[in-house]
Antibody
Framework: EVQLVESGGGLVQPGGSLGLSCAAS????????MSWVRQAPGKGLEWVAN????????YNVDSVKGRFTISRDNSRKSLYLQMNSLRAEDTAVYYC??????????????????WGQGTTVTVSS | DIQLTQSPSFLSASVGDRVTISCRAS??????LAWYQQKPGKAPRLLIY???TLQSGVPSRFSGGGSGTEFTLTISSLQPEDFATYYC????????FGPGTKVDIK
């Protein structure tokens, strides 16, 4: 079964740090871009970060630049998000997602087709 | 950044109704658009990608259309399990999501 399972969420004080993990199973992890997406309480979805199959390229949303780092370990089939200098506005459910692609002539189309169940991060004093 | 807007924000409908949700991009994104369904407390579920390609396993009552800046998601006959929030997402550049459309029972 294709599956993503996040872990590492919890309560942290403003300015603190937290590391999230996402364990993949049921597919060849090293063949896919991966993403982190978050959802603040009662709000919509927000893309946080992407990482290329081999970890050589990483991108993130402006609001987390310099604070969050996405990484992966293909030997462990795991995705990570290191979050530093946390703020109250980072409070959210964090999902990891697989980014798949399909070639529909004349171009590739990307989409997030597998999602984890989410892990909750609460930033509060 | 490319912004997405959705209309309506909230939709009240009955089982069997035909429902259409619109998504507008702030600039042209060709067909780099996906639609997701999310139920309370659950992860999003991919419905459609490339604006109109149905994801495997998704019922055929869901369909997508449009290109450029105007897109639609249509549910041809609303079923009880379709009451949820729907999000569009553009993947032309760094991904962004629309604000969502909540479909509720009339």
């Amino acid at each position: 079964e294709v599956q993503l399972v996040e872990s590492g969420g919890g309560l942290v004080q403003p300015g603190g740090s937290l590391g999230l993990s996402c364990a993949a199973s049921g597919f060849t992890f090293s063949n896919y871009w991966m993403s982190w997406v978050r959802q603040a309480p009662g709000k919509g979805l927000e893309w946080v970060a992407n990482i290329k199959e081999d970890g050589s390229e990483m991108y993130n949303v402006d609001s987390v630049k310099g604070r969050f780092t996405i990484s992966r370990d293909n030997s462990r089939k795991s995705l990570y998000l290191q979050m530093n200098s946390l703020r109250a506005e980072d409070t959210a459910v964090y999902y990891c997602a697989r980014v798949s692609q399909n070639f529909l002539w004349p171009t590739h189309y990307y989409y997030m087709d597998v999602w984890g169940q989410g892990t909750t991060v609460t930033v509060s004093s | 950044d490319i912004q997405l807007t959705q209309s309506p924000s909230f939709l009240s409908a009955s089982v069997g109704d035909r429902v259409t949700i619109s998504c507008r991009a702030s600039e042209g994104i060709s067909s780099y658009l996906a639609w997701y369904q999310q139920k309370p407390g659950k992860a999003p579920r991919l419905l459609i990608y490339a604006a109109s390609t149905l994801q495997s396993g998704v019922p055929s009552r869901f369909s997508g259309g449009g290109s450029g800046t105007e897109f639609t998601l249509t549910i041809s006959s609303l079923q009880p399990e379709d009451f949820a929030t729907y999000y569009c997402q553009q993947l032309n550049t760094f991904p962004t999501f629309g604000p969502g459309t909540k479909v509720d029972i009339k």
